[in-house]
């Protein structure tokens, strides 16, 4: 069935520095990658997401990479601030809404040391 | 607007038990999904209802089910309750395509004692 694997499960960046977050997926036929942020008692929320017919997007310090052939896409994030430490989820389905269930990675924990 | 309302957010049930989750969509929205979430499982995808119709399912036995109202209200039940039930339940919904992004509740806390 689907699987997406994402590492790393924790990660601790000084402030300021950059934050890559990696997921690779098994259905060849996903395209659509989601990414979300988890902060503490919350919901997780959109972040940014990309679609296969494109490589790469960004949103200010954010940034997703797309390889299809190699079935892995990565969150980038940039000059990372405190307010980035939460937990982050890749997700990937193949969309359209009769096919559309979503699959989460396991997360990464980021932390942001000042 | 308003957001996703997941009641109640906080549930202690005795094994064996059964217990009726609620989930309020935003308005206009007509897609709503059930995940499961962990520490050691992450996110997992519980089903997907659609205009009453459940469109979607996960990988779950059969003592997890849902359904939705005309108003797009959902619930989710789960029968005879497992310690391994024990989880954060979170809902999601979207305008009609979850692949156009979702907007989740803060989810119900459960534990089974």
């Known amino acids: ?21 990696k997921c690779t997926y098994s259905d060849s036929a996903s395209n659509y990658f989601p990414w979300y942020k988890q902060e503490l ?74 | 607007k308003a957001g996703v309302t997941q009641t109640p957010r906080y549930l202690i049930k005795t094994r064996g038990q059964q217990v009726t989750l609620s989930c309020s969509p935003i308005s206009g ?18 089903f997907e209802y659609f205009s009453e119709t459940q469109r979607n399912k996960g990988n779950f036995p059969g003592r997890f089910s849902g359904r939705q109202f005309s108003n797009s209200r959902s619930e989710m039940n789960v029968s ?19 692949n156009y992004g979702y907007t989740f509740g803060s989810g119900t806390r459960l534990t089974v004692v």
């Open chain 1, 1 to 21: 069935g689907e699987n997406v694997e994402q590492h790393p499960s924790t990660l601790s960046v000084q402030e300021g520095d950059s934050a890559v977050i």
């Open chain 1, 41 to 114: 008692g919350k919901g997780p929320q959109l972040i940014i997401d990309i679609r296969s017919n494109v490589g790469e997007k960004k949103d200010q310090r954010i940034a997703v990479t797309l390889n299809k052939t190699a079935k892995h896409f990565s969150l980038h994030i940039t000059e990372t601030q405190p307010e980035d430490s939460a937990v982050y989820f890749c997700a990937a389905s193949r969309g359209g809404s009769s096919a559309s269930k979503i699959i989460f990675g396991s997360g990464t924990r980021l932390s942001i040391r000042p």
């Open chain 2, 29 to 46: 929205h007509r897609s709503v999904s059930w995940y499961q979430q962990t520490p050691g499982q992450g996110l997992q995808f519980l």
């Open chain 2, 80 to 98: 005879t309750l497992e310690l391994g039930d024990s989880a954060l339940y979170l809902c999601a919904s979207s305008r009609t395509d979850p």
